[in-house]
């Protein structure tokens, strides 16, 4: 029987990232316990998914669960992602998905840090005087990579001299390469990370980032990294997510870099999608609202 197990074996043959994997798994489970908690059916099949059944799925999610409408819309592009795979197979012929509305969502900008709170985690970050996190945390701000991209980086993905350097993504969003520039402070950054890793014996290790016990960093380490930290500068909703927003919203916002270059260097295939980082903020609109109190 073909189900969620093959249809995870063909994600990792087309070479899908970890984290994206992750993400199908996870909402197609969920959505197969609801199936069993609703219906009583013992496993997840293609061929037993209706329209129905994602339509009343999406409305749990609504109502019940209280889902945010992203959190709603990439499970339903994960159902139907399975569902186009079961087409390709012959175990099905039409995407039951494809006909489901998908939640309505404002589009607003994603989180970013100001500069305040920026300064507080980065002090926090370079007072543990940790090369390797400080390394981490100036590629993910000042590099804008995704946490799947720090994972994956080797340390010959890295080049760095006096005057410039330069990371290379193998394995962006959509299997997409990229060359980020590395500005100064990333550069001494990692300079001091690499010297110290130059003398110990995970030297040999093809992970640029590894951990105490000699294998590569994985995400969720780096996830937890950050979240000390966060918690060590009192910020509570840090996340690796927030940081590459708050590359992309600085470049546009604080210094005008035009936005086919941001697009570039994000790693963006469409402009529309780093534009949200022009949209005004939740700040912006309290500031500007607040501009028309008549109290004196």
């Known amino acids: ?45 293609p061929a037993s998914i209706t329209k129905l059944d994602v339509t009343h799925y999406r409305t749990y999610m609504m109502t019940v669960a209280k ?20 087409i390709v197979n012959g175990l099905i012929e039409n995407n039951p998905v494809s006909s489901v509305p998908q939640a309505q969502q404002i589009k607003t900008p994603p989180k ?48 760095v001299s006096e005057r410039k350097g330069v990371v290379i993504v ?14 100064k402070d990333i550069r ?24 105490q016990k000699g294998g590569g960093l994985t995400s969720n380490a780096i996830w937890k990294l950050i979240k000390k930290y966060a918690d060590k500068a009192g910020l509570s909703d840090i996340t690796p997510h927030s940081l590459r927003h708050t590359f992309g919203t600085r470049l546009l916002r604080k210094y005008g870099t035009d936005i086919v270059t941001v697009a570039t260097l994000m790693g963006h295939s469409n402009i529309s999608t780093t534009a949200i980082y022009t949209k005004p903020n939740e ?13 004196i």
Not at 13 to 31: M, P, V
Not at 283 to 295: G, I, N, P
Request: with cysteine; net charge negative; proline share 1%.
């Open 112 to 159: 970013s840090l100001n500069e305040q709170d920026l300064n507080r985690f980065l002090r926090a970050v370079y007072k543990e005087n940790n090369k390797r996190d400080i390394a981490i945390i100036e590629l993910m701000i000042g590099a804008g990579l995704r946490i799947g991209e720090v994972e994956s980086l080797n340390a010959s993905d890295i080049e």
């Open 67 to 86: 889902r945010k409408p992203s959190g709603i819309n990439r499970s339903l592009s994960s159902i139907s992602a399975y569902c186009d795979w079961a």
């Open 170 to 183: 193998r394995q962006g969003k959509g299997s997409k390469y990229r060359q980020v520039p590395l500005n």
């Open 283 to 295: 700040q912006d609109l309290t500031d500007a609202v607040e501009k028309l109190s008549f109290t």
């Open 188 to 211: 001494n950054a990692l300079k001091d990370y690499l010297e110290e890793r130059s003398n110990t014996d995970k030297a040999t290790n093809e992970a640029l980032f590894v951990s």
């Open 1 to 45: 029987m073909f189900g969620i197990a093959e249809f995870e074996s063909s994600l990792i043959e087309a070479g899908k990232s970890k984290h994206t994997i992750k993400a199908y798994l996870s909402d197609l489970n969920q959505f197969e316990n609801w199936i069993k908690g609703t219906y009583g059916e013992t496993e997840l099949s």
